[in-house]
């Protein structure tokens, strides 16, 4: 009696020996026998003692295409999957991690903007339970994390696109010289990281297309009575309308990029002594802003100035001159 070493009869052997699951296939290949599928633990230690008996004078087993399907490996492969899933996010630094007595341990650096470990545990097979996270803050250099603070923080107004280019963040379009320069600010903060932001290509916008509003507001007046600091009823539909169109203008021009401020300066005629008109046209100026922050204009946007008779409509000869100088005129501004 002797046992032949030829791969078929070896195979009828270890068929016999091993028992495998139906999970695993048995296979000669190019005078190899190879193991192939699924099988827990316990079998695969007795198909590796076998391999080893047969490194003494024997055909190689190969069972390094089995896998182990026993909890603890599968749990442990479970593992691995989301750590390689973590490993492949933008913005996730993977420092260290274990697994020790069916729990898991992981830290490492997590930029706010990256996407949530808890959540990429969805579909792993990993309990939650089990998973002890430490993630430190670091602001990743990635630049689609790098565009995303930037649009935070520069709030880009309509007319500008920031895209990224070959790992370059560029801006195009048109803005106003302010944003432009606190974008200038922002790229030289950038270089100093190794980055870019190129912003050779916008263009400035000056506000021309709100010059038609502001000349619109700044031909309107509101006109008093001799002697009154609150305008009378006549002048409350325009009072209405002025206050639709700086809310107007505002909105624009926080779309344009830029912020509107109204300045109201009070008038008086030469009727009295200065220092009484002085106050009283500081008064009426006062009385107006009152009026339009009732009607909903930002008071934040309006400025007030008592100008007395210095700044006068027109001369005094007739008394449509004087009452054309009791009034509160607008003057507007973009920042």
Known sequence: FYQSLDPEFVLKRLTASLAPPKSVRLSIVEDRIVAEGEAPDTWLDRARVAAR??????????????????????????????????????????????????HFYISGLRDPQAADPQALLSG???????????????????????????????????????????????????????????????????????LSLDISKLLELTPQELTHSRDAIQAVDIFFDSGKAVPGPAQLPVLDKLANQLKELAKDAREAGVTAQFMLTGHSDATGRETANVSISAARAETVRALLKKRGVDPELLLVRGAGTFEPAETEDSRTGSSANRRVSVTVTFH
Request: net charge positive; proline share 7%; aromatic share 6%.
């Open 53 to 102: 008996q047969l490194e003494a004078g024997g055909p190689v087993f190969d069972i390094s295409k089995v896998r182990d399907v026993s909890p603890e490996a599968r749990a442990a492969e479970h593992w691995q999957t989301y750590v390689s899933r973590l490993e492949a996010q933008p913005g996730i630094i993977v420092a260290q991690q274990r697994a020790s007595g069916g």
């Open 124 to 194: 792993t097979g990993v309990d939650p339970a089990r998973v002890h996270s430490q993630w430190q803050f670091y602001q990743s250099l990635d630049p689609k994390f790098v565009l995303k603070r930037l649009v935070a923080s520069l709030a880009p107004p309509k007319s500008v696109r920031l895209t990224i280019i070959q790992d370059r963040i560029v801006a195009m379009g048109e803005a106003p010289a302010a944003w432009i320069n606190r974008a200038r600010v922002a790229s030289q903060q950038l270089s100093a990281d190794g």
